[in-house]
């Protein structure tokens, strides 16, 4: 485990650690005290903090609202709202992961420990001032339209103490990643079961037979993990996927990705570099003993991981097919095959809830609130939900490009701005290829997937709209 460096103040940071770059992307803060109105921020993970910041610089007085005792959100590994385990690195390198005005450490690992993730976001708060504005252990019940009619509305939040406060702009970052997606199949299973919102350390795999299901991010790692303490460990996938490697040609491989996309090389380019490199550095699927992707490259979110193959090679992880029924300890797949086992861990991903509001309010359609950029209501123009994406990349750097957007939009609509007409038409009627041109495979796990590098483009688009 890599130790937490220790930041120090805001006042106290010396510049070679932290040097934000903010002449682009900070906003200029207000001093018309007589138009400030408030804005409500519900989280303060990742998101939440970098909506507060925006807010903030746009003149905005910021209350955020902290169901937990602390900052972070899902990297404060132990929280209750946490889903993250005790070995959990980011999947996507520092460029590709942090905010673009407050640069991780040069000290820091390629792909940062979940301790310095959540020291960064400490670091973070402190840089922008935000610590002040958080409310913690203020959990919030419900929220309602004061005038549901009024696309101005205000906001009227009901906290889980039974008061409540009015808020003229709601900004929800609660998260989507939470809420366990449980898969049904036929039968009963008499051994343990868990998701992997639970799993927190290997020593519960030790000297049992376990299978591991769901082939994203967290199946594999919890697979690769389970392989080096238990009898044997199965691990069942309903397609095979394409599981990239950290590293490719010595760099992290989204920084390959990126320069790829730089050089404007056409999506089958890419896709051809991407197979070359794939079978170049991890051979085909065959011939490892995984099963073969029914999808093309970039199809699926991405998974990245060097050890799955090796371990599959070595015989410690046995690939298996989707489950088709549970007998007492015996599982049986959909190939007639059948293992006996003690624990599954169901990596099977979230559901999108937003449990404290009407999904009405939301404009709630096939599973997923319909935002323009997953941001925007198409009525309202003082509610905004950040975070509301998978990214093929890192999170934090687009949520900030949301945040400006979102702060600049609200303040434009504030100050009787011109500017906002041209948004506030285009959220009420139209909708935003978010996939760069990418045809992602009709499954819920994909239902907020954008191309980050598509995606950027698109709200920076919008944001020198306002300047």
Not at 306 to 330: C, E, H, M, R
Not at 360 to 380: D, V
Not at 447 to 464: A, D, G, S, T
Request: hydrophobic residues 40%.
């Amino acid at each position: 485990m890599h130790p937490i460096i220790n930041f120090g103040t805001v006042d106290t940071v010396p510049n070679s650690i932290f040097n934000p770059e903010v002449s682009m992307q900070a906003a200029p803060v207000s001093r018309r005290s007589v138009m400030e109105k408030t804005a409500a921020v519900i989280g303060a993970g990742s998101s939440g903090l970098a909506a507060a910041r925006h807010f903030l610089a746009l003149g905005f007085e910021v209350h955020v609202f902290e169901r937990e005792d602390d900052l972070g959100g899902n990297w404060n590994y132990g929280k209750p709202c946490a889903r993250i385990y005790r070995t959990t690195h980011t999947i996507s390198s520092k460029p590709g992961t942090e905010f673009p005005d407050f640069p991780m450490p040069q000290e820091f690992p390629d792909y940062p420990h979940h301790t310095l993730v959540l020291a960064y976001l400490r670091a973070y708060a402190d840089h922008f001032g935000l610590i002040e504005h958080i409310h913690f252990s203020t959990g919030v019940r419900k929220v309602e339209p004061v005038n549901e009619n009024d696309t101005r509305t205000r906001w009227l939040l009901t906290f889980e103490r039974g008061h409540s406060r009015r808020f003229d702009i709601l900004v929800i970052a609660n998260g989507h990643n939470w809420y366990p997606k449980w898969p049904e199949y036929p039968g009963v299973f008499s051994g343990r079961k868990l998701h992997s919102a639970e799993y927190r350390t290997p020593d519960i795999f030790s000297g049992r037979r376990v299978l591991v299901v769901g082939g994203g991010n967290s199946g594999c790692d919890i697979a690769v993990e389970a392989s080096l303490v238990a009898d044997h460990v199965w691990h069942s996938t309903r397609r095979g996927y394409w599981y990239m490697p950290k590293y490719l040609l010595g760099r992290p491989a989204d920084q390959v990705g990126d320069l790829m996309l730089a050089l404007k090389l056409p999506l089958w380019l890419r896709r051809l570099a991407a197979s070359m490199m794939y079978r170049l550095l991890v051979g085909s699927p065959e011939k490892t003993g995984l099963p073969r992707p029914d999808h093309r490259f970039f199809e699926t979110h991405p998974v990245i991981n060097s050890l799955l193959p090796y371990y599959v090679v070595q015989g410690d992880i046995t690939p298996k097919p989707d489950i088709a029924q549970f007998d007492g300890n015996t599982v049986y797949f959909v190939n007639t095959s059948s293992v006996e086992v003690d624990l599954i861990v169901f990596a099977t991903g979230y559901l999108i809830r937003i449990p404290f509001i009407d999904e009405r309010h939301l404009n709630w359609q096939s599973g997923r609130p319909g935002l323009f950029l997953n941001i925007f209501h198409p009525a309202y123009d003082s509610l905004f939900v950040a975070g509301l994406i998978q990214p093929d990349s890192g999170q934090f750097g687009l949520v900030h490009w949301q945040m400006l957007l979102a702060a600049q939009y609200a303040a434009a609509v504030r100050d009787g701005r011109p500017a906002a007409d041209l948004l506030r038409r285009q959220k009420a009627e139209s909708q935003l290829d978010l996939g760069g041109g990418i045809c992602y495979k009709d499954t819920s796990r994909h239902y907020l997937e954008v191309e980050h590098w598509r995606y950027r483009q698109l709200l920076q688009k919008w944001i020198k709209r306002f300047q």
